[in-house]
């Protein structure tokens, strides 16, 4: 069944300032929903626009735990209104060990989502009936951008946090040989002075890292096409959309062995290293330098795997789980009241 008429959705974020995960997340949604043709404000979980359920049809919330206070308040008041709610690496592979207060937001929604398959084992059977997959979908940079022959330039695209492990392919790139030609390119806000000291010492004394800073998002898309190798270091990630980023460039991926990554390159993918492998990382760091049979497996692997994450599927995603709701009758009625 289609929605009969547009609907008013809230969607709270912990992230409505800044451009991280959550945030840029949050955003590409909006512009989904609206281009669905529905009305949408993003509030961030604090304010209490969030919990006025009277004037909204739907309440969609990013992460479980951070915007609980928002989800209980909404459920208390919702009056037959809709809650969708999407969980986080955070709220994944963290709060769901130890959090009542997530496992109370995920037993209250209509729906929830997941941004990689891989999540769907995190839930019980009860849980998963009601689960959707989003994969988050990127567009790749149009300009022409060309590779340097001169280095083996490997990017880190992420703000620098501990759960991210940010220095640990600046770690890996000192290991290695001194005929190596490996360079690590780091774009990322630092989010602590602390971090930011560290990042200005790393590439003052290593001469193969230096540290981009903040970039924007157009800068960020070029960089992914130039660089011969894309790598995640974190401990844990929900679906990072920086993987989509270089899914869709055709730009190799080094990722840690961690369930969010497995969930969008395959078990398959042939380089992956153990959380807090510095020597791992290294190697497969040389790997990727000298053999060029890997580096073109792994780009061939991001071709194929491109089809995915290609902004139309979002949207067909987006609307088959709106077009369910509205199919078990949840969306029909009345106008609601202003």
Not at 53 to 79: C, N, P, T
Not at 91 to 110: C, I, M, T, V
Not at 123 to 131: C, E, M, Q, V
Not at 246 to 261: C, D, N, Q, Y
């Amino acid at each position: 069944m289609s929605l009969e008429r547009p609907l008013r959705i809230c969607m709270v974020s912990p992230a409505v300032r800044s451009r991280r995960g959550n945030r840029v997340t949050a955003s590409r949604w909006r512009a989904i929903l609206r281009r669905l043709g529905h009305r949408v404000e993003i509030v961030h979980s604090d304010d209490g626009r969030a919990v006025n359920a009277s004037g909204y049809d739907l309440l969609v919330a990013l992460h479980a735990r951070k915007s609980f206070d928002a989800i209980q308040a909404f459920h208390r008041r919702r009056h037959g209104r809709l809650l969708v709610v999407t969980l986080t690496g955070t709220d994944l592979y963290g709060d769901l060990e130890s959090s009542r207060e997530a496992w109370k937001s995920l037993e209250w929604a209509d729906r929830l989502i997941v941004l990689q398959p891989a999540g769907l084992e995190r839930f019980p059977d009860a849980l998963r009936d009601k689960t959707a997959v989003i994969l988050q979908s990127a567009v790749a940079s149009s300009s022409p951008v060309a590779k340097s022959r001169r280095t083996v330039d490997v990017c880190v695209v992420g703000h620098l946090r501990p759960v991210k492990d940010p220095f640990r392919a600046a770690e890996a790139a000192r290991l290695l040989p001194e005929d190596s030609k490996i360079r690590v390119l780091h774009a990322g806000g630092a989010l602590h002075p602390e971090m930011e000291r560290r990042a200005l010492a790393e590439t003052a004394s290593n001469p193969r890292y230096r540290w981009l800073g903040n970039l924007p998002p157009w800068k960020v898309r070029r960089l992914l096409k130039r660089c011969h190798a894309m790598v995640i270091t974190s401990h844990m990630e929900g679906g990072a959309n920086v993987v989509s980023e270089a899914i869709v460039a055709g730009t190799a991926v080094l990722s840690t062995r961690i369930s969010g990554s497995l969930g969008m390159l395959g078990d398959d993918h042939p380089a992956y290293f153990d959380v807090g492998d510095t020597q791992a990382l290294a190697a497969l760091l040389r790997r990727l330098e000298t053999d060029r049979a890997l580096r073109h497996d792994l780009e061939a692997r991001s071709r194929a795997l491109a089809p995915r994450f290609h902004p139309d599927r979002e949207v067909e995603a987006w609307k088959a789980l709106l077009d369910g709701l509205s199919g078990a009758g949840e969306l029909d009625g009345e106008e609601p009241p202003a």
